[in-house]
């Protein structure tokens, strides 16, 4: 497992925007995946962004949940270890904690690290 660490949540209003950041750190973070989740309040947690490797490649994709798709971006600083997610347009439905995930580069393998997660409030 690796070591995450999630920054930037706070309070913004509707049409505003933040950026997370999830930093990563273990002898094994550059084998893992990573990727963002969000548990809004008296729901579960759903899946917001996250890269992947298609079987056969060395290129990473991103995918993205509907409710956030053009409005969210993921990225990373590979030298830095570090994950972002870029939220603009923000909705007050997309108040919840944001989570950082990571996961081993293999197929079929589930995320098994996560962050303490960070808070994200939009006022409408």
């Known amino acids: 497992q690796v070591q995450l660490v999630e920054s930037g949540g706070g309070l913004v209003q509707a049409g505003g925007s933040l950026r997370l950041s999830c930093a990563a750190s273990?002898?094994?973070?550059?084998?893992?995946?990573m990727g963002w989740f969000r548990r809004a309040p008296g729901k579960g947690r759903e899946f917001v962004a996250t890269f992947y490797r298609g079987s056969g490649t060395t290129v990473f994709g991103t995918a993205y949940a509907d409710s956030v798709k053009g409005r969210f971006t993921i990225s990373r600083d590979g030298a830095q270890n570090t994950v972002y997610l870029q939220m603009n347009s923000l909705k007050p439905e997309d108040t919840a904690v944001y989570y950082c995930?990571?996961?081993?580069?293999?197929?079929?393998?589930?995320?098994?690290?996560w962050g303490q997660g960070t808070q994200v409030t939009v006022s409408s």
């Open positions: 995930a990571a996961r081993p580069d293999v197929v079929g393998v589930n995320f098994d690290s």
């Open positions: 273990g002898r094994a973070v550059s084998s893992y995946i």
